[in-house]
């Protein structure tokens, strides 16, 4: 699977847009971006992901590049419960039965009042 | 609706004991993913199960095995427990096990601690 890198931390005001980069640079054009994040001590929680098309639902908004090298997950207007660690993970590789998600470390938001 | 649940939600076990841990997916899905997170890191992958069949092992020890069962619940199983397998224990479910776009959606985990 291709490798993501994403910031270690950010910060964000309440009711400000949060915009998480996140660069995939080897993706390869089967693999989608799937966006998790983890409120402390819970499972990882589903966002949102995409191919090549920006996609938008309920929770947040997803940007990919032309190119596809990298993208950006918007929170529209973040509040205090989306302090989390935020996943970028690109998901998928050639092998038709291999479809784990690789974790990485992630981007720990803060949003603070 | 009923999301993947997961039992127990805290264990405490020694060092060399065994320990089972179980898992619900959503009702209708058929795959189960086990993962392990240790503090500080992001989960990482153990099993991938679909239709009763393991479709996918990460790197772990032997130690560690899994299997699922006709109604799609699942449990994973560890052996002659470590300190180093502390962590909390995540099981994931989703529809089915192949298509890139299959979403997977997890429990809140079981915390393992091994004294």
């Known amino acids: 699977d291709a490798k993501t890198t994403q910031p270690t931390s950010m910060d964000c005001a309440e009711g400000r847009a949060a915009n998480l980069p996140c660069n995939h640079s080897?993706?390869?054009?089967?693999?989608?971006v799937y966006w998790y994040r983890q409120i402390h001590s819970q499972g990882p929680q589903y966002i949102i992901h995409?191919?090549?098309n920006n996609e938008t639902n309920e929770m947040a908004s997803l940007i990919i590049t032309e190119d596809r090298k990298s993208s950006t997950l918007i929170l529209p207007h973040a509040t205090l419960r989306d302090t989390a660690v935020y996943y970028c993970?690109?998901?998928?590789?050639?092998?038709?039965?291999?479809?784990?998600?690789?974790f990485g470390a992630g981007t720990t938001v803060t949003v603070r009042a | 609706d009923a999301g993947v649940t997961q039992s127990p939600t805290h264990l405490i076990k020694t060092r060399g004991q065994h320990v089972t841990l179980r898992c619900s997916p959503i009702s209708g899905h058929k795959s189960v993913s086990w993962y392990q997170q240790v503090l500080g890191q992001g989960p990482q992958f153990i099993f991938q199960?679909?239709?009763?069949?393991?479709?996918g092992r990460g790197n772990f020890p032997d130690r560690f095995s899994a299997r699922q069962f006709p109604n799609y619940s699942s449990e994973l199983n560890v052996n002659a427990l470590l300190l180093g397998d502390s962590a909390l224990y995540l099981c994931?479910?989703?529809?089915?096990?192949?298509?890139?776009?299959?979403?997977?959606?997890f429990g809140a985990g079981t915390r393992l601690s091994v004294l």
């Open positions: 994931a479910s989703s529809l089915e096990d192949t298509r890139a776009k299959n979403i997977q959606y």
């Open positions: 993970i690109v998901r998928a590789s050639k092998r038709s039965n291999d479809y784990k998600l690789s």
């Open positions: 995409g191919l090549k």
């Open positions: 080897t993706i390869s054009g089967n693999e989608y």
């Open positions: 199960y679909y239709e009763k069949e393991e479709r």
